[in-house]
């Protein structure tokens, strides 16, 4: 194989991935106005194509597409006191309509549990109004003030995918919560982005929420990026905006809560899982163009060749491919090639007079750069093929470059020496205790992502059988995640 190197890719990755988003152009980030940034057209149609995966899989799920309105009266975005508490410094406030003051502040939502929850409780009243399922892709709204990065860290996240749902009971939310991570894990399948179920420590939940399992995944330079979560919600928001339905017996009931959410920080992952120094690498269901036809003209036979492209278009279109032929002009093959390399283009076709006289067809597949001569008339067969290798060959070598990047450490100075050298993700054995955790993640300098959700179990708990917390040496509790993080 002849895989292309991945050097820049690993080595200056955060200048890599600036590139790669300007140059492509998925997204340009010099909009005046920190935090912001515009789809780009190539972009916006990866944008497209992963959304189409999203809301597939919560349809398929049973979850209805909604939309809320941007704006959140203030009272109603402090009515849980937690939320509020935790969001304060991040909402961007509306204070004026023209050059009057407003009577009510209007928050921009920075996430729609306090849209959305009053309306809840309008539409819950029964039993058989249980249970609701709906979600929302939207832009939402934070003043981050930790460094902003193109999509990754944003303050108009403009591609935030809300999912809310309300149940009867304590078990169906939690069987809620195993199907939501079960949708991100497919969402993330299908994007052959590794990832890590951690379920965060009570310091670091999502305000409100009872519990929180992230997606974790490891980027090229070693630091961990949360791509998605899933929150438990309990009661607390049903109360606060009080949603009940009654019971058989006539009693109230507050219902249960789950909510979970996913970003362009996910189209950020897929687009720096996967590349490597020739530009983007897709995956064939995201990638907007999946072959492309190059005509490799000489003098003489321009027209022929030409004609031919363009009949292997039709025929790759009509089964169903998403295909473009470059016959631009005035720019050389090896420009072609260089340019849809750079776009992640899966599937390469170059067809030139000998390939007339021969009734054949060159394939480059963009994953491995490797050539292979086909009969044309085969060629759609051939193609499906490549792009099916093309995608296992990028879920496994994400996926081992992302089992290497996942160590167990015994000590502080391992698990420092180790993220140190390599970055990723370090396990090791805590006695549970925040302040210790605290004193932890000085020590290693790191932070500590949460105890590994275990997907079967529902259950968090590893059998430690006698281990000693790393961090105080008193009995272990937990098997912990630790890693620098985005
Ligand atoms: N209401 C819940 C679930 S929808 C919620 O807001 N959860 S969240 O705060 O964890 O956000 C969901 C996901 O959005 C995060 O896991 C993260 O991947 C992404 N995200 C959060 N903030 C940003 C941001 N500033 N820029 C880009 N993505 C973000
Ligand atoms: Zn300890």
Redo the contacts with the bound molecule.
């Keep these: 194989m002849t895989n292309p190197e991945r050097k820049v890719w690993s080595q200056e990755y955060s200048e890599w991935f600036h590139k790669v988003i300007a140059d492509v152009p998925i997204y340009d980030t010099r909009y005046p106005v920190k935090g912001t940034g515009i789809w780009m057209p190539f972009g916006f149609r990866i944008r497209k194509e992963v959304l189409s995966i999203i809301r597939d899989e919560l349809e398929r799920t049973g979850h209805e597409e909604v939309l809320f309105p941007l704006l959140i009266p203030e009272y109603l975005l402090s009515k849980e006191s937690e939320h509020i508490r935790n969001f304060e410094d991040e909402v961007y406030w509306v204070t004026h309509g023209g050059k009057t003051p407003l009577e009510v502040k209007l928050a921009l939502r920075p996430t729609s549990e306090t849209a959305m929850y009053p309306m809840f409780k309008l539409w819950i009243n029964a039993y058989s109004d249980l249970p609701l399922k709906i979600f929302q892709i939207v832009n939402v709204f934070r003043y981050e003030t930790k460094a902003t990065r193109p999509m990754i860290r944003v303050r108009e996240v403009s591609t935030f995918k809300e999912a809310h749902t309300a149940h009867a009971t304590r078990e169906e939310a939690e069987e809620q919560e195993r199907i939501g991570i079960e949708v991100y894990s497919r969402i993330f399948e299908r994007l052959k982005i590794p990832f890590l179920t951690t379920t965060r420590p009570d310091w670091d939940k999502f305000p409100g929420a009872e519990r929180s399992v992230a997606f974790d995944t490891v980027m090229p330079d070693g630091r961990v990026l949360q791509i998605g979560t899933v929150h438990f919600l309990g009661q607390g928001f049903a109360k606060a905006f009080d949603i009940k339905y009654m019971k058989s017996d006539g009693n109230y009931e507050y219902v249960w809560q789950t909510c979970y959410g996913i970003s362009e920080r996910a189209i950020a992952a897929l687009i720096s899982v996967h590349g490597d120094d020739h530009g983007l690498v897709l995956p064939s269901e995201v990638a907007p163009v999946q072959v492309v036809v190059i005509p490799i003209v000489y003098k003489g036979r321009e027209e022929e060749v030409l004609k031919r492209c363009r009949e292997v278009k039709d025929t790759l279109e009509r089964s169903g491919l998403r295909v473009a032929i470059d016959d631009r002009r005035d720019i050389t093959p090896g420009n072609k090639y260089y340019a849809w390399e750079m776009k992640g283009a899966p599937v390469r076709v170059e067809i030139g007079p000998r390939d007339l006289d021969n009734n054949t067809a060159v394939l480059v597949r963009r994953d491995t750069l490797s050539k292979t001569h086909v009969n044309v008339d085969g060629v759609v067969d051939e193609i499906r093929k490549i792009m099916i290798q093309i995608d296992e060959g990028l879920a496994e070598r994400s996926r081992e470059w992302m089992k290497s990047m996942v160590r167990e450490v015994e000590t502080i100075e391992q698990a420092k020496g180790e993220l140190d050298a390599r970055g990723g993700v370090v396990e090791l054995n805590?006695?549970?205790?925040t302040?210790?955790?605290e004193?932890?993640e000085k020590m290693i300098d790191a932070r500590i992502l949460g105890v590994p959700f275990d997907k079967d179990k529902g259950k968090n708990e590893p059998s430690l059988n006698g281990a000693k917390?790393?961090?105080?040496?008193?009995a272990?509790t937990k098997k912990i995640r630790v890693a620098r993080s985005y």
């Design positions: 805590w006695c549970g205790r302040s210790c955790g004193e932890l917390c790393a961090g105080c040496n008193e272990a």
